[in-house]
């Protein structure tokens, strides 16, 4: 794999890849009473808060999500625990689906580019790149103010 291509998926994959929940799909997190949170709920959620995960390829990240719609982070890369860092603008829409447009650098500067949507059981977030597809994956995520 080029370093490119380890870099793209390690942002990609920290965006959309699932960690060990209780939920593995969409589905299971509906039938579990998750809810979609609404394009108001995210900008209060997102807005001034910090955003950490980990991947299934064990990338750990954590991301600054500032209400002028910029973001900055960095993540530790599993394979070579070389760490990088990721910057950009993140925006939501009328649906719910909040887009990231940036930059990220480990070995090289390239751009990102992803979209998901964001869903709460309890106290805990998901994403998935869906919001209506059962079988879908989710990912938990964390969002500290």
């Known amino acids: 794999m080029t370093v490119r291509a380890l870099a793209a998926t390690v942002v990609f994959i920290g965006l959309t890849s ?4 209780a939920q593995n799909n969409l589905g299971e997190l509906f ?3 998750g809810k979609k949170l609404s ?3 995210l900008v209060a959620a997102l807005s001034g808060a910090n955003l950490s995960g980990e991947t299934s390829a064990g990338s750990v990240f954590q991301s600054d999500y ?8 960095s993540f530790t ?5 070389r760490n990088g860092t990721t910057y950009g603008t993140w925006t939501v829409d009328d649906t719910g689906k ?4 940036g930059t990220i650098r480990l070995y090289e500067v390239q751009s990102q580019k992803a ?3 964001y869903f709460k059981n309890g106290d805990q977030y998901y994403i998935s790149p869906s919001d209506s597809n059962r ?9 500290k103010k």
């Open 18 to 21: 699932a960690s060990a929940l």
């Open 31 to 33: 039938d579990m009473g």
């Open 39 to 41: 394009k108001q709920e």
């Open 66 to 73: 500032k209400a002028d719609g910029t973001y900055s982070g």
């Open 77 to 81: 890369a599993p394979q070579t625990k």
């Open 98 to 101: 909040v887009c990231i447009d």
């Open 115 to 117: 979209c998901v949507f």
């Open 135 to 143: 079988g879908a994956f989710v990912s938990k995520r964390a969002i």
